[in-house]
Nanobody, 125 residues
Framework: QVQLVESGGGLVQPGESLRLSCAVS????????IGWFRQAPGKEREGVGC???????SFVDSVKGRFTISRDNAKNTVFLQMSSLKTEDTAVYYC???????????????????WGQGTQVTVSS
């Protein structure tokens, strides 16, 4: 059974940093890509970035240069490191498993499954 659990969210001020974790069970990260998505109130869930089974990462334009994704294969955990946070980054952040064996897409929401419960990130002064 595949299960993803997000953690690490909280309240931060603009310009600060936060690291989110996605703990993965049931699959190994060297075989399955993991993506990060977020959903703000009243908006659709949107892609943030992903890391594929080889460790290659992709990001949407709005977070490039500010966010990065890494993984700890031994702990089967993917991290989303967020820096220079903006108020518009406020959302519930989710991780999901890329369905296929090719390189993941940071935007193709329908190609992910096994979504976690999400973790709230609030950026406010």
């Amino acid at each position: 059974q595949v299960q993803l659990v997000e953690s690490g969210g909280g309240l931060v001020q603009p310009g600060e940093s936060l690291r989110l974790s996605c703990a993965v069970s049931g699959v190994t990260l060297d075989q399955h890509g993991i993506g990060w998505f977020r959903q703000a109130p009243g908006k659709e869930r949107e892609g943030v970035g992903c890391i594929d089974n080889s460790g290659s990462v992709s990001f949407v334009d709005s977070v490039k240069g500010r966010f990065t994704i890494s993984r700890d294969n031994a702990k089967n955990t993917v991290f989303l490191q967020m820096s220079s946070l903006k108020t518009e980054d406020t959302a519930v952040y989710y991780c999901g498993r890329w369905r296929w064996s090719n390189r993941c897409s940071a935007t193709s929401k329908v190609d992910y499954t096994n979504w976690g419960q999400g973790t709230q990130v609030t950026v406010s002064s």
